[in-house]
């Protein structure tokens, strides 16, 4: 696959989109909050490594890492513009409100709910940390993939997934002093507790 996909075959890169294009929404989505970011950092993650694909080595595993990795570049500039729209629209008079009846959406909108719940304690970490935790915590990769995904050290990975989950527990234990009525359902991830509690998958050998 790997030199297939580094010689150009269109093939083998339509194999690849096709097996790993949820994972790296999956990822855009946890590192944006955003649904229609993290499609937008989808498509140019594969955009970028069809462009790039010169630079993938014959020999290796998995491609996963790789386009885990341009993918967290792109999300990090997408949130860079998001940040820059918001400080704008910061700015302009707020829209009227519009109260939307249709029952349809109330899912969608309790997602969405949760998802900013978990992105917000997710923002209060250092980007470093914030991509190394969705890297081994919720795409599964293990420390040396995430290394490679990243171009760092593998103790750097260590390093840096032991401070994201520090301090996604102190945020946890703030946020249960100042709030003493939870109503998570049981299994609903929404904390920063059940978040650094996932178990991080070794590297093999």
Not at 148 to 177: P, Q, W, Y
């Amino acid at each position: 696959m790997r030199r297939r996909v580094r010689e150009g075959d269109r093939e083998a890169f339509a194999q690849l989109y096709e097996a790993f294009a949820r994972p790296v929404y999956n990822h855009g989505l946890r590192l944006t909050g955003d649904w229609s970011t993290a499609e937008e950092v989808m498509s140019e993650t594969f955009l970028t490594a069809w462009h790039s694909r010169a630079r993938v080595q014959e020999d290796g595993g998995s491609l996963l890492p790789w386009l885990l990795g341009i993918a967290t570049h792109k999300a990090d500039n997408a949130r860079r513009s998001t940040w820059r729209r918001q400080l704008f629209l910061a700015r302009q008079p707020p829209p009227p409100d519009v109260e939307d009846f249709a029952a349809r959406s109330a899912g969608r909108i309790d997602d969405a709910r949760r998802l900013r719940a978990v992105h917000t304690a997710l923002g209060r970490l250092r980007r470093q940390d914030r991509e190394v935790l969705a890297l081994c915590v919720w795409s599964g990769l293990d420390y040396q993939e995430t290394a490679e995904a990243l171009g760092i050290a593998v103790g750097t990975v260590r390093s840096r997934l032991s401070r994201a989950r520090k301090k996604l527990a102190r945020l946890t234990d703030e946020s249960a002093g100042q709030n003493r009525e939870p109503q998570i359902r049981r299994g609903e991830m929404t904390s920063a507790a059940a978040i650094a509690a996932l178990p991080v998958r070794e590297e093999l050998t």
